[in-house]
């Protein structure tokens, strides 16, 4: 009788998938595997596969993360790491305890490839437009620069629209050296017809945007995540995808230009 694995969402603290604060959004990759092609009753076998990807985590941070773990009878149980199971991400093997991994520094919406091995059983998925957030568009409508207080747009990308920022969601970090006291600022934007209207920070200079988005209630799993591309599903029966649901991180500059003198 084969074994089966779960993956599960690794939340913080074990909550329920839900928006703790800003920046701490959640992308989630869920893939359903059913009976794999030639495992015959191995360990994977009806297995259940899925990793999730925070940004911003810690908070402040600049790229997105993502963090594997495991659930079932399998292999990858226990304090010691078991060398019969083995965990790849874009080919860069993981390390694991207890069933838990995580990667980082992730600033493009790029192709994943996640690889399992537990023995001679194995299992691969590969997924894409886990970050749509970092399509996002800037514009000013009042043209050219964007002045320090001043009202600027965000573009939202269509697999976020059906969300809209939580209470100060937008987090400016501050790029520039010569002030270190100005660590950057925090907004509470507000969403229009596939846009947000931010307020721009009153102290000019070079920032990245991050926007805290969530789903308005009432709202369930999986209906608070986007949904990725799943591109390849070999030896699985199912696969399904979902992304991450905040916005960011964007470049903004405020009021760095000098004006011409007439």
Known sequence: MGVKCWFMIAHAHGAAPRRLAPGLAIAVVSVGLG?????????????????SGGDRSPPGASSYDVALSVFGD?????????????????????AYEN?????????????????????????EVVVTD??????????NPAGGQ????SIFDVTVPRALQFETPVQFGAAFNYLDGDDPEFLGDVTNPTAGDGVIHV??????????????????????????????????????????????????PLAVDVGTTVPPAN
């Open 99 to 123: 069933c838990l991994a995580s990667a980082s520094g992730f600033l493009d919406d790029a192709t994943f490839t996640l690889r399992l091995r537990d023995g001679d059983d194995s299992a």
């Open 146 to 149: 964007i002045a320090p207080g």
């Open 199 to 248: 307020l721009a920070p009153m102290h000019p200079g070079h920032f990245t945007l991050w926007i805290a988005m969530s789903v308005p209630p009432p709202a369930s799993y999986p209906d608070l995540q986007p949904k990725g591309t799943v591109l390849s599903c070999s030896g699985v029966s199912s696969c399904s995808a979902f992304g991450a649901p905040d916005i960011g």
């Open 130 to 139: 886990l970050f749509p957030g970092l399509h996002a568009t800037i514009s």
């Open 35 to 51: 009976t794999l092609a030639g495992c015959g009753g191995g360990r994977l076998e009806s297995a259940s596969l899925s990793f």
């Open 74 to 94: 399998s292999a990858c149980h226990g304090a010691t790491p078991d060398p019969s199971f083995t965990m790849t991400l874009n080919d860069a093997a993981l």
